[in-house]
């Protein structure tokens, strides 16, 4: 089984990454620092995944998100400053915990379902944008970031992907986000989600985004 499947070295982590997301990681762990120099060194892919709650051994869920190195840092000290882009969803078949220093896992790729062209998908994406975009417009507005244009992406898979990294939400709700396969009910679920933190901004002022986190989608004037 393991010949068919994609060895992948695993980066357990309390929290969640999307496909399309960055993040920045400080690593400072020998492990995982001999991880990032394995992928650079092999212009290789590694997973996040999320760790299970109360896991002193860092065991992680089946589901997570490839990341490429998209730039890093090493420090005096020998500790890294790396920024991942998120790129593709995968499971865990198999766990290799002996042959390199840190957790490999044998994955496959998630599928995900095909988006058919229906009168709930196009109202389901439109108001999807529509959300986010007075979310983005409404947190930046508290840091007098003027908005000129808000560049989303328009194929509903990657929307809902993007959006859901925005959420503030438990690691567990974004876990299952993260696992459901059908575009159209992530952004089903996304919906009042966005909607309910649109409410909340509105009252307790800034405190999820900022302008460097947006930089992708977004251009000041």
């Known amino acids: 089984m393991a010949d068919a499947l994609e060895e992948l070295p695993l980066f357990p982590l309390n929290t969640v990454l999307f496909p399309y997301a960055q993040v920045q990681l400080h690593i400072f762990e020998p492990r995982y620092r001999e991880l990032v120099r394995y992928c650079v060194e092999n212009d290789a892919c590694f997973g996040v995944v999320l760790t299970r709650p109360g896991s002193d051994d860092l065991e992680p869920y089946l589901v997570g998100t490839a990341v490429r ?6 420090l005096d000290d020998g500790n890294m400053d790396v920024r991942v ?4 969803r995968f499971r865990i078949r198999k766990f290799d915990e002996d ?3 840190f957790l490999v896992g044998y994955v496959e790729p998630i599928v995900e379902m095909e988006v058919e062209d229906t009168p709930r998908a196009n109202a389901l994406t439109f108001r999807l944008k529509e959300c986010v975009e007075e979310y983005i417009r409404i947190e930046l507005r508290h ?27 438990e ?5 299952r986000l993260l ?3 059908d575009t ?3 952004m089903a679920e996304i919906v009042p989600l966005l909607q309910q933190q649109i ?5 307790s002022g800034p405190y999820r985004v900022t302008p460097g986190m947006l930089t992708e989608w977004v251009s000041n004037n």
Do not use: C, W
């Not at 190195?69 to 090493?74: F, K, L, P, R, S």
């Not at 409410?199 to 009252?203: G, K, L, N, R, Y």
């Open 99 to 101: 042959s390199k220093p």
């Open 143 to 169: 840091y007098d970031f003027k908005v000129q244009q808000i560049n989303l992406p328009s194929e509903p898979t990657a929307l809902s992907f993007v959006v859901a990294n925005l959420l503030k939400i």
């Open 85 to 88: 882009q998120g790129q593709r």
């Open 179 to 181: 696992e459901t396969t």
């Open 199 to 203: 409410i909340e901004v509105h009252t």
């Open 184 to 186: 159209i009910e992530r």
């Open 69 to 74: 190195i998209a730039g890093m840092q090493t």
């Open 171 to 175: 690691n567990l709700d974004k876990q």
